[in-house]
T-cell receptor, first 114, second 113 residues
């Protein structure tokens, strides 16, 4: 049972335009969400996160939106740059009890064309 | 700081062989974890540790052992390698014990023949 879903395996956008990466989750106990970026032959790097008490978090060109009622979050990159081309992973975690595990989606490959 | 380091970068094993993947971090992080990444599968948690002497299973623990004798090191042991364990392995660490924002190593690519 896949609790974190990234339904788009790939996305292609033009440089300067907006990139929107989507993520859906099924576990209502998730209350902390993260996005990671991964280049080939490197480990994932943390990009941005959001707690369930917020519906938006912004960091420079990156904004994450959370819609708890729809169990949906999205990552917006504006403007997109060729260096943003990478695989983006959505991840989620619960903060209660003894669950210290991050659950990752399968990733979306973003290609930003010059 | 070197961050999270992993050795080796690449390894070829024969079925049935054993080996240990090394992971070390110099950030004094309490939480450490191991993931494997397979094509189309994303990152799946193998084992994790919330501190020295404390380990627990993740999503795909079978065929792997871990121990955490120090804060810095978290080795992953394959006791009898199988072709299904061909994958890229990532170690990660996080401050605190809740495994929030995790810092990943560069990965170990393992091929089991």
């Amino acid at each position: 049972d896949q609790q974190v879903k990234q339904n788009s395996p790939s996305l292609s956008v033009q440089e300067g335009r907006i990139s929107i990466l989507n993520c859906d989750y099924t576990n209502s106990m998730f209350d902390y969400f993260l996005w990671y970026k991964k280049y080939p032959a490197e480990g994932p790097t943390f990009l941005i996160s959001i707690s369930s008490i917020k519906d938006k978090n912004e960091d420079g060109r990156f904004t994450v939106f959370l819609n708890k009622s729809a169990k949906h979050l999205s990552l917006h990159i504006v403007p997109s740059q060729p260096g943003d081309s990478a695989v983006y992973f959505c991840a989620a975690r619960t903060s209660g009890g003894s669950n210290y595990k991050l659950t990752f989606g399968k990733g979306t490959l973003l290609t930003v064309n010059p | 700081n070197a961050g999270v380091t992993q050795t080796p970068k690449f390894q070829v094993l024969k079925t049935g062989q054993s080996m240990t993947l090394q992971c070390a971090q110099d950030m004094n992080h309490e939480y450490m974890s191991w993931y494997r990444q397979d094509p189309g599968m994303g990152l799946r948690l193998i084992h994790y540790s919330v501190g020295a002497g404390i380990t627990d299973q993740g999503e795909v623990p079978n065929g792997y052992n871990v121990s955490r004798s120090t804060t810095e090191d978290f080795p992953l042991r394959l006791l009898s390698a199988a072709p299904s364990q061909t994958s890229v392995y990532f170690c990660a660490s996080s401050p605190g014990q809740r495994g929030g924002t995790q810092y990943f190593g560069p990965g170990t690519r393992l091929l089991v023949l």
